[in-house]
Structures are given as structure tokens and as C-alpha cells.
């Protein structure tokens, strides 16, 4: 059964800290999605990626949060330094280049002190 | 993408049909209708989707009304699993590879 796998499924970390989360896509899916999710803006799309290559990433906030895609099958979304603000839940979706649906992840719950 | 207004919450008793309605008064002649679901605590869902016809799959069924401003997400014999946020996004694309733009949705509970 496959499945979007995003490490860690929680994290707990003091402000000023960096924070990376981690996800695995469907193997054979081109695109990768980062959403953030909390209870005021709801669900927002940071960035995604097609082909490893960034397309759009202008929901994400430039001087601290940064996503990369080191190869097909991980890519990453780091915070540093880590704020307050920036707890909220962090989902990674991955969409193949034929068919319809995106795939998305358990989400990583991110709570910084 | 064209915006969509759902209503924040409604009820359904289990075992009847939730209807889940969905305006999209704006919608372009090439924009289909997808509907998600986020059960608490989980990533998005697919549900499905449509251009113009109504369609149906193992989950639910859209209906989509002639001049397709609004559309409905039958669920036809609701279970307390189908308690979740639904959201019905309006997009140009019907590739999964294009991003989705998530409204505020719309609350379902399922009472037992």
C-alpha cells in the first residue's frame, strides 16, 4: 500500500532551533507539496517541488524556512531559527505525473517553546 | 482558481445521505471541482472529482448543476467514520501533480 512517509510525526523544540521534517514521496510521483496547517490560516501551501526542482515556493517564509529535495525519494523542509509562530502542523503531499488525486502524509505536529 | 463558499458545519444522523453543498458561482468553463476530506488528526483525502457530469466512485457521488456555479458531495449511507472536514476546491487542472488551494471547508459530523 503506498503512502507519503513524513519523519517526524512529532517534535517539541525551544525557540531559536532548527527544525527539519522529513518526507518520503510515492515512488514514481514527480511533484512534492509542503502545506502548513493551524487553526487561524488553516491549510497553506508553502512549496512544491516538480522533478526535484523547486516551482513555487512563495508561501514559504524566505529567511527562515528553506525545502529541498536532495534526491527522488526525500525531501525536506527545514526552520532555522525556529519561533513560537511556527507550530502548526506540516504536511507533505507527493502527485504522480498521470492521474488525478495527491497523496498526502500523516503530517509532522510541530510545537515550538 | 475560482473560490468556493461552503457552509462551516453541518449534521447528518448515521446511516442517512450527508449532502454537501458547495457554490462556485465563479467557476471558468475549464475548471473542475474536487472534493477532499481531513478525518481529525490526518493529512487530506481524495474523494473525487468532475468537469461538468455528475459522477459517482466507491465513496461518493458529485453532483455538479447545469451552469455549474454549485455542486454536491453525496455521501449515501454515512458512517461516524465520515465524521471530517470536507473541502471543495475549484481548479484548472485534474492533475495530481498541480497544487490545491484549500478554503476553510466544511465540518461534518456524524450522529450516531
Known amino acids: 500500500d503506498a503512502r507519503v512517509t513524513q519523519t517526524p510525526r512529532h517534535k517539541v523544540t525551544e525557540m531559536g532551533q532548527e527544525v527539519t521534517m522529513r518526507c518520503q514521496p510515492i515512488?514514481?510521483?514527480?511533484?512534492v507539496f509542503w502545506y502548513r496547517q493551524t487553526m487561524m490560516q488553516g491549510l497553506e501551501l508553502l512549496a512544491y517541488f516538480r522533478n526535484r526542482a523547486p516551482l513555487d515556493d512563495s508561501g514559504m517564509p524566505k529567511d527562515r524556512f528553506s525545502a529541498e529535495m536532495p534526491d527522488a525519494t526525500l525531501a525536506t523542509l527545514k526552520i532555522q531559527p525556529s519561533e513560537p509562530r511556527d507550530s502548526a502542523v506540516y504536511f507533505c503531499a507527493s502527485g504522480p505525473p498521470h492521474g488525478t488525486e495527491a497523496f498526502f502524509g500523516q503530517g509532522t505536529r510541530l510545537t515550538v517553546v | 482558481d475560482a473560490k468556493t463558499t461552503q457552509p462551516p458545519s453541518m449534521d447528518c444522523a448515521e446511516g442517512r445521505a450527508a449532502n454537501l453543498p458547495c457554490n462556485h458561482s465563479t467557476i471558468s468553463g475549464n475548471e473542475y471541482v474536487y472534493w477532499y476530506r481531513q478525518i481529525h488528526s490526518q493529512g487530506p483525502q481524495y474523494i473525487i472529482h468532475g468537469l461538468k457530469n455528475n459522477e459517482t466512485n466507491e465513496m461518493a457521488s458529485l453532483i455538479i448543476t447545469e451552469d455549474r456555479k454549485s455542486s454536491t458531495l453525496i455521501l449515501p449511507h454515512a458512517t461516524l467514520r465520515d465524521t471530517a472536514v470536507y473541502y471543495c476546491i475549484v481548479r484548472i487542472s485534474n492533475f495530481g501533480n498541480e497544487k490545491l488551494t484549500f478554503g476553510t471547508g466544511t465540518r461534518l459530523t456524524i450522529i450516531p
Open positions: 515512488l514514481g510521483h514527480n511533484t
